[in-house]
């Protein structure tokens, strides 16, 4: 087919794993809605910094594609969009709240004055987000003596936006949707159980041990998912999207955040084991209560 010649004779740029070309709404506060979920200062220093961080990821994020076809390759430049999106967190919390502490995956761990530390993950997804693959996130939770009482995460290609406070319940805003609470899903099949996971990486990870837990949950459930980003995968198991996710060898900024939205919307957080789960403990489960038991039975032969 004949495409039509483009304004001025320029030829048409290739697009590589991302959804058409159009005009990207950029989010710098939350939006006036007539929402019941709460929000409290706290949360929205947070949605604020996530926003603010994720304009330059959106940015960088259009810059992605186009170094698709260079020598050089992506790496270099998505590892400082990396650092200047940890910069804009750091720069935006700690603004709003100056004696919290702050660990971030990218800069280290900066001493707060009191009981409160931020817990940042300014890209997780990376690899995706390397490949033109709209599926990354930005991940902030809010840590007092060593409980996680706030988390959100956001992902800039669409819009989405979870979070979560301590006894407050979990919610869900997209640019249709907002504030709508989530609840896990309330399946007690593990038959027609649809799971989520991530394959260790190929220079580290115990990957006899994570194929014999990917063989055993395949042969019980009707899929096992991978999308390769851990916050969004906690967030799609509070929105009843995953009915689980198991994991092994994830860092606290991976998962702070997600895990509460998890426990917020009615789910349950252990180790594959059942144990209780601690931040950068080496293995994670997240999953709705009826099918806790079982999975975990099933990856017992992992733990």
């Given at each position: 087919m004949t495409r039509p010649p483009t304004k001025g004779g320029d030829r048409p740029v290739a697009r590589v794993g991302r959804a058409p070309a159009g005009p990207i709404r950029e989010r710098s506060a939350p939006l006036p809605r007539a929402s019941q979920a709460p929000r409290?200062?706290?949360m929205t220093i947070m949605q604020r910094a996530a926003f603010a961080a994720g304009k330059g990821l959106k940015r960088d994020f259009g810059e992605v594609e186009h170094l698709q076809f260079s020598e050089k390759g992506p790496g270099d430049f998505v590892s400082h969009a990396d650092l200047r999106a940890e910069q804009v967190l750091r720069e935006h919390l700690l603004h709003g709240r100056p004696s919290f502490g702050f660990l971030g995956e990218e800069g280290g761990e900066t001493k707060g004055a009191?009981?409160?530390?931020?817990?940042?993950?300014?890209?997780?997804?990376?690899?995706?987000?390397?490949?033109?693959?709209?599926?990354?996130?930005?991940?902030?939770?809010?840590?007092r003596e060593g409980e996680v009482v706030a988390g959100l995460v956001y992902n800039p290609a669409n819009d989405d936006l979870f979070y979560a406070e301590k006894g407050s319940?979990?919610?869900?805003?997209?640019?249709?949707?907002?504030?709508?609470?989530?609840?896990?899903?309330?399946?007690?099949?593990?038959?027609?159980?649809?799971?989520?996971?991530?394959?260790?990486?190929?220079?580290?990870g115990d990957h006899a041990r994570f194929t014999e837990s990917l063989r055993a949950v395949m042969a019980k459930t009707s899929g096992v998912r991978r999308f390769g980003a851990a916050a969004l995968d906690l967030c799609w198991v509070a929105a009843?999207?995953?009915?689980?996710?198991?994991?092994?060898?994830?860092?606290?900024?991976?998962?702070?955040?997600?895990?509460?939205?998890?426990?917020?919307?009615?789910?349950?957080?252990?180790?594959?084991?059942?144990?209780?789960?601690?931040?950068?403990?080496?293995?994670?489960?997240?999953?709705?209560?009826?099918?806790?038991?079982?999975?975990?039975?099933?990856?017992?032969p992992s733990a």
């Open positions: 409290s200062p706290l009191g009981e409160y530390r931020w817990i940042v993950d300014p890209l997780d997804g990376t690899t995706n987000f390397m490949h033109g693959v709209p599926h990354f996130a930005i991940s902030i939770a809010l840590e319940g979990a919610f869900l805003e997209t640019p249709s949707a907002r504030g709508r609470r989530l609840r896990v899903s309330g399946r007690r099949q593990l038959g027609g159980a649809l799971m989520a996971t991530g394959i260790p990486y190929q220079e580290r009843a999207r995953f009915d689980g996710f198991w994991e092994f060898d994830l860092s606290p900024w991976d998962v702070a955040a997600g895990t509460l939205i998890v426990r917020e919307a009615g789910g349950v957080i252990s180790d594959i084991a059942g144990r209780p789960y601690a931040l950068g403990g080496p293995t994670i489960l997240a999953i709705n209560p009826p099918l806790r038991d079982p999975v975990v039975e099933l990856l017992a």
